[in-house]
């Protein structure tokens, strides 16, 4: 089966926002104009010019940091640290690592093929790209990720179609648009880096009214890239992404959004015609498009006589991918798939529900969320913790949902601070790998991501495994996280990120295509990404780690140009 059985009512429910500063239609017309002029020239610049450009802009972005994360954390009721990780850290990461990708094509043609590669037994390539560098290893100790290559794809395959861009004579270029994501502020520019860096397009980039706030800094940030002609960025609402769209001079289209979004750029409007579009396959979108669209992210705990220390820890990295940005991303965890009788499941939800009631309310500032957190919460048994206010939202924890019917939360996204825990009846670790497999895949909607937690003693034996191998060869999501959150492959850089490639423009789920992926690798089934059970030093991403604020700072600079020398000084920051 391809994709998902499972159709989405996501967003249904948004409210549109609205943009305080949009561009003119004729200002729009000259962004487009501009960048055309421009795209062969771009096209056909050679690597080591391009990575010039990256790293011109990364002192450029560190400069521009502070500002982003103080006015980012105002603009969303964050911590600054918060803001530090999820912003300029993972935008500076990309650059950096994409740089040295393209340094590498210039000397020797292509990039490296990841860290290494391995042939597993059923003959399917797997290539590490984490940790990237020996430093990696010592900040990320116990840490690591690989992309699985699709079947029929070897190692001379691999590097055959790896950076294919530039295994063209003379490319002619050409203009994309990125209708950019309104919840985390380094996705545009990570996704423009993509589009230009590894596909050689020149681009504009259309904010989201929801943070367009970031606008002004990218655009100093990037001056490089905009001083050139190769990148514009313009401001406002979907009536300015329509147009841009649909631009003649356009060539290629990426969005960040809702697949309602998606499906309203590429079929039209909801309707007859919309439905004999389908049906012909004839798409009102005329040129590519690719895409990052939302997700019901299920974590799936296998059963153990897990330590009361591992449950806590387990609980609060379950929490800690709840609260991040209030809960306002596509791959916050949104469901918990646990044993029925497993003998410890009340006890670790009840370590959930602690951890929750723990949680701060954050600022429910995501166009719609009040009305989609009402209209989910209704007619379920609902545990609410904090009190809200008319900016703020409780957390809620909904129990025990019957994984035999069709709730409205397996096909919903809330992007909102809800969390959903439903049970499948065997407590065999093998048999629930395997039935939870079948569940997320053919009973939630989206193809994003999905996390297990799983005792590395269960794996020590064969049958369990052998079951979670298979696990996570059949699992149908673009990244699938052992035991840690599955947004760390967004912000490593080096790993693909997207919805898993089973979906289709009539059934798109979470997205085709992948951003980031800067060893431009091409054939990705997924990515899979894991780590210990339990981290110690405490992570900086936990919700309750109050270091975060001050390591932020000292992880910037360390990934605009990475040292041992600021290795201590990072530690201390770490520890004390």
Same mark, same amino acid.
């Given at each position: ?12 429910? @948004? ?35 391009? +990575?010039? #450009? ?108 790896? +950076? ?6 003379? $490319? ?54 905009? @001083? ?54 004839? $798409? ?91 209209? #989910? ?49 065997? @407590? ?29 003693? +269960? ?7 052998? +079951? ?43 997205? #085709? ?51 041992? #020398? ?11």
């Amino acid at each position: 089966m391809q994709g998902s059985a499972v159709s989405s009512t996501s967003l249904q429910m @948004s409210a549109p926002a609205v943009s305080a500063r949009s561009t003119a239609q004729q200002q729009v017309d000259e962004a487009v104009v501009a960048v055309k002029d421009h795209a062969r020239e771009f096209a056909r610049l050679g690597p080591a010019a391009k +990575a010039a #450009l990256v790293r011109a802009c990364i002192p450029k972005l560190l400069a521009e940091a502070p500002g982003w994360v103080a006015e980012g954390a105002r603009a969303r009721g964050a911590d600054p640290g918060e803001e530090w990780l999820a912003g300029p850290s993972a935008t500076l990461r990309m650059f950096r690592l994409l740089a040295e990708s393209l340094e590498t094509i210039a000397a020797k043609g292509k990039p490296p093929l990841g860290r290494g590669t391995r042939v597993r037994p059923d003959g399917r390539l797997e290539i590490d790209l984490f940790p990237a560098s020996a430093l990696d290893a010592v900040t990320f100790q116990g840490f690591s990720g690989y992309a699985l290559m699709e079947r029929g794809i070897d190692e001379q395959q691999a590097r055959e179609r790896q +950076a294919r861009f530039y295994g063209q004579r003379e $490319p002619e270029g050409g203009v994309a648009v990125i209708l950019g994501a309104g919840n985390v502020a380094s996705i545009p520019p990570m996704d423009v880096a993509t589009k230009m860096f590894a596909e050689g397009f020149v681009c504009v980039l259309k904010m989201n009214p929801v943070n367009e706030w970031v606008g002004p800094y990218l655009e100093r940030a990037l001056h490089p890239l905009v @001083s050139r002609g190769y990148l514009r960025i313009v401001y406002g609402g979907g009536d300015v992404g329509e147009y841009l769209t649909y631009h003649p001079l356009v060539s290629d289209v990426h969005i960040t959004g809702s697949d309602r979004t998606h499906d309203l750029i590429v079929w039209g409007a909801p309707g007859p015609e919309q439905d004999r579009r389908r049906r012909d396959h004839d $798409p009102l979108l005329k040129v590519p498009i690719s895409s990052e669209l939302g997700n019901v992210s299920p974590v799936a705990i296998v059963p153990h006589a897990y330590s009361e220390h591992e449950l806590r820890f387990m609980s609060r990295n379950v929490v800690s991918m709840v609260f991040n940005n209030g809960s306002f991303n596509c791959n916050a965890a949104k469901m918990l798939v646990t044993a029925a009788n497993w003998p410890q499941r009340t006890q670790f939800l009840d370590l959930v529900a602690k951890a929750l009631a723990e949680a701060p309310n954050r600022k429910a500032y995501y166009p719609g969320a009040f009305d989609r957190y009402r209209k #989910l919460t209704e007619g379920h048994r609902t545990e609410k913790f904090g009190a809200g206010s008319d900016e703020s939202l409780p957390w809620a924890f909904i129990r025990g949902l019957d994984s035999t019917t069709d709730d409205t939360l397996f096909r919903t996204e809330p992007f909102c601070g809800i969390l959903s825990e439903t049970s499948l009846p065997s @407590s065999d670790p093998a048999r629930f790998l395997a039935d939870a497999t079948v569940f997320m895949n053919d009973r939630l909607w989206g193809t994003l991501n999905a996390t297990i937690f799983i005792h590395p003693k +269960a794996e020590k034996d064969g049958a369990i495994a052998a +079951a979670l191998d298979r696990a996570l060869v059949d699992l149908r999501y673009g990244t699938v996280g052992i035991n840690h959150w599955p947004a760390l492959g967004y912000a490593w850089g080096t790993m693909p990120w997207g919805g898993h490639q089973s979906a289709t423009l009539a059934n798109i789920q979470s997205g #085709l295509g992948w951003v980031h992926n800067t060893y431009l690798l091409e054939g990705i089934d997924k990515a899979v990404l894991r780590g210990p059970l339990t981290v110690s030093p405490y992570p900086l991403w936990f919700f309750d780690n109050p270091k975060t604020g001050k390591v932020g700072p000292v992880m910037c600079d360390m990934e605009a140009a990475p040292s041992w #020398l600021k290795l201590p000084g990072l530690l201390l920051k770490v520890l004390l």
